[in-house]
């Protein structure tokens, strides 16, 4: 990690030759496109697209890299996170990927980018207009742990019967006193469509409503795409007398001292010792700049 | 003892990378396998990679095996990804395999049938010794003589033996599809009232219909095909199959261009045939027959098309009003399951950085415990010490 260059930003370069620009042929990506499409006109609701199989495994996010790989022009600006780090294995290599086959410029810094994939987190720093923001999504079905079969499933969504979603809630309440659910948290879109956030921790789902940017969500092995348009109306699921909440963190940030970002645990020796520290490198770095010139960081 | 993060950059990245290639090589004192001795040597594995990989190239599907360090789900993944870089032209005319150039074929319904009977190279009859001369290298083997088949023949399938009789039920009866009869083979090809589907090129949404079923079974992976298949025989879904035809060999594969207006051959692929007869006892509107159940798959993969066929009719046991109560009979289990680059990914993926959900766990964890010591403490009931936890989970390691 002590390498000179920064492997997170790059200018733009010339795409390796032998590939046609981003990977897909045009065809493909044209198809994709009038899925993302169909998706933003009906926010929140799925639409089966023909995935294709990429030269990463279904599983490393292959539908959010379809979906990138569909809009990605020359111009954009690239921001890769996985974790809500830019240096994990494999955010870099999807960065590495893209580079490869588009030689788009790259950044670690969230304003930056004009197109953001993700897994498992929504940045720190807000979104903007004209971002493009994809999640890579494993499971796009909220209801599969009560309904496994997608055909039930689709007639569910098709009548709206999402009561027994609401059921399952309400079962946590009282069981454990709460909703026993910590990512992978249930939302409904524009009052209509019951979403699933991708595997966000339900720290990020309020990030989600009214955003500026476009939201693209892109679920490889489960072929299917939903988007939320900017502006759309995202709520978390809950009852009036147990409203929705996010999770707090009793210690700041060891490194940049936040008291309001979403922390990640790391276990420092076998004593059972831990630090806590922004899970959002990008914003951590910044704000550790800012403070006193220098960062620090993991590994 | 510090502990160092989980993260990995390029660098890292490429050094797996180069260790894999120096691994997969081997001693260098070894000579380097050729994509010739694999094409040749290591056909049935060719011919697997080639099925699932969904993409008929022995020379690729070599070099796939080659590359994976003779991983074969890891070799048809790369064909498959190689498979989405290439423009679709056209759909080829449906085989015709009753003019299948026949290496072997076996019917177990008659002792013989017309066209008669040709084992073939098959392991059925191979006493399975460790055969420690082939250990030694240069061995040679010469093949026995046999009567060249005329390629120009036709070869009846032995269901049409029973279709003269109207004894079995000719596919597309129930379901979608459309018979129409063939004057030439005297055999029934099916027709669709609409394009085939192609699941390549439209997602598959249940419920679905024959054509996208079978070419799913015909990606899907041998292992998760054969085990359903077993269930059926086992009793979950059981219909008594009975072998109809196996049959293997060499067809043309003809496209028919818009722009020519006549039908042209562009390939010779062997392909493994399977038509499973499988009896049934009728319904209020079909009278008692036998049904079929169909199993294709490129190459020689026996053991697959057989699977596939029964795992094809268990299938059809919703549109026969057949009772479900097997899990091979279940469209959405089977069809969403079938596909090994799909699972295997889907398995494997949990390898990757989870710890941000796994962070949100671990506080709803907490809490949770937190409130079950509350409450037991309120009630005055015991509370489990953590060090109790800890020292017989030390035990358990130790024991």
């Known amino acids: 990690m002590n390498s000179s260059v920064s492997p997170t930003c790059s200018p733009p370069s010339n795409p390796e030759p032998g590939f046609n620009f981003a990977y897909l042929d045009e065809q493909t990506k044209r198809s994709i496109r009038r899925a993302i499409l169909k998706a933003v006109a009906m926010p929140g609701h799925q639409i089966p697209f023909s995935s294709r199989e990429m030269p990463m495994s279904y599983g490393w996010g292959t539908g959010g890299i379809q979906v990138t790989a569909s809009v990605i022009g020359k111009e954009d600006t690239l921001k890769v996170i996985d974790q809500g780090a830019d240096d994990t294995t494999n955010a870099v290599n999807i960065r590495r990927f893209f580079r490869k086959v588009c030689g788009v410029a790259t950044t670690e810094r969230t304003e930056d980018a004009t197109l953001i994939q993700t897994r498992h987190r929504i940045p720190e720093t807000p979104l903007k207009e004209g971002q493009v923001f994809v999640y890579q999504v494993p499971m796009p079905e909220p209801l599969y742990f009560i309904e496994p079969s997608p055909t039930e499933a689709n007639k569910m969504h098709a009548l709206e019967e999402y009561g027994p979603m609401y059921v399952k809630l309400y079962e946590d309440i009282t069981k454990f006193g709460h909703i026993a659910l910590a990512y992978d948290y249930p939302v409904m879109v524009n009052d209509r469509h019951l979403m699933n956030p991708s595997p966000i921790p339900r720290f990020d789902n309020p990030k989600m409503d009214m955003n500026p940017a476009l939201q693209l969500f892109g679920a490889g092995r489960a072929k299917r795409i939903y988007a939320l348009p900017p502006y759309t109306k995202v709520k978390s699921l809950d009852f009036e007398d147990h409203p929705f909440s996010v999770e707090k963190w009793e210690q700041p940030c060891e490194f940049c001292g936040a008291t309001d970002t979403y922390l990640d645990e790391v276990v420092i020796d076998d004593q059972g010792n831990r630090m806590w520290i922004c899970s959002d490198t990008d914003y951590c770095e910044r704000r550790q700049q800012a403070q006193s010139g220098s960062t620090k960081k993991l590994g | ?374 409450t037991q403490k309120r009630a005055n009931l015991p509370v489990p010490n953590k060090n109790d936890t800890a020292s017989s989970l030390e035990e358990a390691a130790t024991a």
């Open chain 2, 1 to 374: 003892m510090p502990y160092v993060a989980v993260k990995g950059g390029e660098h890292a990245i490429r050094n797996a990378e180069a260790l894999l290639k120096a691994r997969r090589r081997g001693d260098i004192n070894v000579p380097e396998l050729s994509l010739e001795q694999i094409k040749q040597q290591m056909q049935l594995a060719v011919n697997r990679v080639m099925a699932e990989g969904s993409l008929y190239d022995p020379d690729l599907a070599a070099l796939a095996i080659k590359q994976s360090w003779g991983d074969l789900v890891e070799a048809a993944f790369l064909l498959r990804a190689y498979r989405t870089t290439l423009p679709r032209l056209y759909y080829s005319q449906p085989l015709n395999t009753s003019t299948m150039v026949i290496q072997r074929r076996i019917s177990a319904i008659f002792k013989d049938a017309p066209g008669g009977q040709k084992l073939g190279p098959t392991f059925d009859y191979i006493h399975r010794l460790l055969d420690f001369k082939l250990a030694a290298e240069d061995n040679t083997f010469s093949a026995p003589a046999s009567n060249k088949s005329d390629p120009q023949e036709t070869t009846l399938r032995v269901a049409n033996t029973l279709a003269q009789e109207g004894l079995v039920m000719s596919p597309g009866t129930v379901g979608n599809g459309v018979r129409t009869n063939d004057e030439q083979s005297g055999i029934e090809s099916i027709t669709h009232s609409t394009e085939p589907s192609d699941i390549t090129r439209q997602s598959l949404t249940t419920p679905t219909n024959r054509d996208a079923r079978l070419q799913n079974l015909t990606r899907g992976d041998e292992g998760f095909l054969l085990s359903m298949a077993y269930s059926t025989q086992r009793g979950y879904g059981k219909n008594h199959p009975f072998a109809g035809e196996v049959r293997m060999g060499g067809v043309e594969v003809v496209i028919c261009p818009e722009e020519l207006g006549f039908e042209i051959s562009i390939a010779d692929i062997v392909v493994t045939e399977v038509q499973m007869v499988n009896q049934f006892k009728g319904s209020k509107e079909i009278p008692p027959q036998f049904t079929q159940g169909y199993g294709l798959t490129f190459g020689y993969n026996e053991r697959k098309a057989m699977a596939m066929a029964l795992v094809d009719r268990a299938l059809q046991s919703k549109d026969l009003g057949e009772p479900l109560d097997g899990p091979a009979q279940d469209e959405e289990f089977v069809l969403y399951h079938s596909d090994n680059i799909e699972a295997q990914g889907f398995v494997q993926h949990l390898k990757l950085p989870h710890y941000i959900d796994f962070q949100a766990e671990l506080n709803l964890v907490r809490k949770l415990r937190s409130d079950y010591e509350q």
